[in-house]
């Protein structure tokens, strides 16, 4: 399972791009992730965001709150020839506005209220470092910035690229 979900706002040139040059899209994100390294822009004002190691919880709390897009993978998959170049989602603007939405509609509260006894630490939806409380917090913390850079990208009209580490 993969513990990080990371995103990067793309214009529609910048998507139809990547779907077809695998160098290019590791190129350019690459290039916006090591640029913003070094300004550390908020999640309403930078093209990438990383979720933290809380993304296995908030993607199992998401479907069990009927989230209607996959902000977890993409509603899209990127296919290459070779499988090896790459393993990326994507979300249309008109996706990123849906989720925008629905997250910003998603009080933290009504989403925590998912959680089950044992999903946190048994269940090993967070670092095996962390305790439940530890868990909890940066899940907060995580979703209060992916309702921010989400909001960012659908107010630009922007898609997203998805990938997990």
Known sequence: MSDLGEYLRLTDEEL???QVDHVWAWDHMEDVREGEEHVEPGPADGLYYASDMAWPLLRVLL???GFPVDVSRGEQRIRYADP??????YLTADQVGVAARG????????LMAYV??????GAGLCPP???EAQAL???RLVYGELVEYFGAAAREGHALLVWQL
């Open 84 to 89: 090896g170049e790459g393993d990326y989602g």
């Open 16 to 18: 139809a791009r990547i």
């Open 116 to 121: 089950e006894p044992g999903d946190v630490v």
């Open 137 to 139: 917090k940066v899940t």
């Open 103 to 110: 997250l910003a509609d998603l009080p933290v509260d009504r």
């Open 129 to 131: 470092v962390w305790d």
């Open 63 to 65: 479907g069990r709150a």
